[in-house]
């Protein structure tokens, strides 16, 4: 049915990250489908991080198919609210790990906008004045 029908949002997450296997825990719940087509022709993709856009589905798949070889992706969180879906992931590659945080908008199934944010997992130092109510992570 779920063939029918379309692919986990899970898949989604993995299709638009452009890898084809996301080492996971089997979801505590059925995750909503979606359609085939991951990804919009017309979508936009924000990098803030680098202050790039990407415009439309043939860059945004040609970005994805340039990055060198040997990520492992992790999918720590997703966040589904029906038409906007939140994502965690934690990437390692030779040696490195970032993680990245993507807010995706979709519309019938297929992911129209999207802004991610990298992290290269070193944190800065935090204020000072912030001392007494935090603490280091």
Not at 82 to 85: K, L, N, P, S
């Given at each position: 049915v779920e063939e029918e029908m379309g692919i986990p949002i899970r898949q989604l997450i993995d299709e638009h990250c452009g890898h084809a296997s996301i080492p996971?825990?089997?979801?505590?719940?059925?995750?909503?489908?979606?359609?085939?087509?991951?990804?919009?022709?017309?979508?936009?993709?924000?990098?803030?991080n680098t202050?790039?856009?990407?415009?439309?589905?043939?860059?945004?798949?040609?970005?994805?198919?340039?990055?060198?070889?040997g990520w492992h992706?992790?999918?720590?969180?997703?966040v589904d609210a029906?038409?906007?879906?939140a994502s965690e992931v934690r990437v390692d590659h030779e040696g490195e790990r970032f993680y990245a945080a993507s807010f995706l908008e979709v519309t019938d199934g297929r992911i129209v906008g999207a802004?991610?944010?990298?992290?290269?997992?070193?944190?800065?130092?935090?204020?000072a004045w912030r001392a007494p109510w935090t603490e280091r992570l």
């Open positions: 996971s825990a089997p979801p505590a719940a059925p995750l909503p489908t979606v359609r085939p087509e991951p990804v919009h022709p017309d979508a936009v993709v924000d990098w803030p202050g790039e856009r990407t415009r439309g589905r043939a860059n945004y798949l040609g970005v994805q198919r340039a990055y060198p070889e992706i992790e999918v720590l969180r997703i029906g038409d906007r879906v802004v991610e944010y990298w992290f290269n997992g070193e944190a800065d130092e935090p204020p």
